[in-house]
């Protein structure tokens, strides 16, 4: 057990994907997982484990926001032993060419939170994805026929900024996206000596404005599920 996750030892898989949303968890562990059990409901930030093609896969939902998802990432890898771990989620596009429905892979997360530069004494660390994550994934990827947009992206602290054109001068520097956990799993990834990665939907655009439905969601989100189960079982 730890402080947020009410699993005994040896409930989570050292590959764990990472929804936001704890009821996408649920959704990966129904529609995906075999002998899939369910070890946490604490707080409704449901986890599970099962197999994926043979091997062992836990799926935790984290959250919202760096703080969040910084509590779930932390004792997964230090109190269960987690090794690989995906986040899949959604973002908002801040260039034009990143349109509705794309995939995109965080290959790095700048970020207006202190949550980083507080570790290093108010200096900037590059918070990065594992380089055999993004060949693994980038292969998965070709494989499924999916076209992948990888770069920098911004890992926002807010969701309603209180200047709502703050975006632009990220966008000016050729950040891909904005969402808002990325930078916190790189750096504690970075911290603890694991693997991460973080793989994205559109799911607007505060370019055009516009926004997918809730069916385009769902689509776009399990091509970018199976994206991420095939990417973590080739990773040891
Ligand atoms: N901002 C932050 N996070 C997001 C957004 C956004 O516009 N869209 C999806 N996740």
């Known amino acids: 057990m730890s402080l947020h996750i009410g699993a005994p030892e040896g409930a989570?898989?050292?590959?764990?994907?990472?929804?936001?949303?704890?009821?996408?968890?649920?959704?990966?562990?129904?529609?995906?997982?075999?002998?899939a059990t369910c070890y946490n409901e604490v707080r409704g930030m449901y986890g599970y484990t099962g197999t994926y093609k043979g091997f062992d896969i836990s799926v935790q939902g984290t959250?919202?926001?760096?703080?969040?998802?910084?509590?779930?990432?932390?004792e997964?890898?230090?109190?269960?032993?987690?090794?690989?771990?995906?986040?899949?989620?959604?973002?908002g596009s801040i260039q034009s060419e990143i349109k509705l429905r794309d995939l995109v892979l965080a290959l790095s997360a700048s970020t207006n939170s202190a949550m980083v530069s507080q570790r290093f004494g108010g200096m900037n660390f590059a918070p990065t994805a594992d380089w055999d994550l993004i060949m693994k994934a980038t292969q998965c990827a070709g494989k499924f026929g999916l076209n992948i947009k990888a770069g920098n992206i911004l890992s926002s602290d807010t969701f309603y900024d209180e200047d709502p054109e703050s975006w632009k001068n990220w966008a000016k520097y050729g950040v891909l996206a904005v969402e808002m956990e990325a930078a916190a799993l790189y750096?504690?990834?970075?911290?603890?000596?694991?693997?991460?990665?973080?793989?994205?939907?559109?799911?607007?655009?505060l370019v055009s404005r516009e926004e997918t439905t809730s069916e385009e969601r769902e689509k776009t989100f399990t091509q970018m599920m199976e994206l991420a189960l095939e990417t973590a079982i080739g990773i040891e």
Do not use: Q, W
Request: hydrophobic content about 45%.
């Open 12 to 35: 989570i898989a050292p590959r764990v994907l990472l929804p936001g949303d704890p009821l996408r968890a649920r959704f990966i562990a129904e529609n995906y997982l075999e002998n």
């Open 63 to 74: 959250g919202m926001g760096m703080p969040s998802h910084s509590i779930y990432v932390h």
């Open 187 to 205: 750096t504690l990834a970075a911290r603890f000596g694991v693997k991460a990665l973080c793989l994205l939907t559109v799911s607007d655009s």
């Open 76 to 91: 997964l890898i230090n109190s269960y032993g987690a090794r690989t771990l995906i986040r899949i989620g959604s973002c």
